[in-house]
């Protein structure tokens, strides 16, 4: 999953240094799906704002754009640095470390 992000995100940035992100997002109306993978749903998260931008671009070409957000879902996850730090390791996991 991180690899496919990191391709994504490489993908975007190459097509906007050259001025040519229209170019990617352009062409017949589509359906878009974002998924916003990051767990953590402060604001100022790279991923939350990336997401943001390739939305606001793909609707503005005119594609059909739904977003995602894995942080608003609401399943157990841990999902900040400090509830990974707070949280007591299950007894399965200590044993092997």
Request: net charge positive; glycine share 4%; hydrophobic share 45%.
């Given at each position: 999953?991180?690899?496919?992000?990191?391709?994504?995100?490489?993908?975007?940035?190459?097509?906007?240094?050259?001025?040519?992100?229209?170019?990617?997002?352009?062409?017949?109306?589509k359906?878009v799906?974002?998924?916003?993978?990051?767990?953590?749903?402060?604001p100022?998260?790279?991923?939350?704002?990336?997401?943001?931008?390739?939305?606001?671009?793909?609707?503005s070409?005119?594609?059909?754009v739904?977003?995602?957000?894995?942080?608003?879902?609401?399943?157990?996850?841990?999902?900040?640095?400090?509830?990974?730090?707070?949280?007591?390791?299950?007894?399965?996991?200590?044993?092997?470390v």
């Amino acid at each position: 999953m991180l690899v496919l992000r990191e391709q994504v995100v490489n993908l975007l940035l190459k097509y906007h240094q050259r001025g040519r992100l229209n170019d990617l997002l352009s062409g017949a109306s589509k359906r878009v799906l974002i998924i916003d993978g990051h767990p953590d749903p402060a604001p100022q998260r790279y991923v939350h704002a990336l997401a943001a931008a390739y939305a606001k671009e793909a609707m503005s070409v005119g594609h059909d754009v739904r977003t995602v957000i894995v942080a608003n879902l609401t399943f157990p996850a841990l999902r900040t640095k400090s509830e990974y730090e707070s949280i007591a390791t299950c007894e399965t996991v200590a044993r092997r470390v």
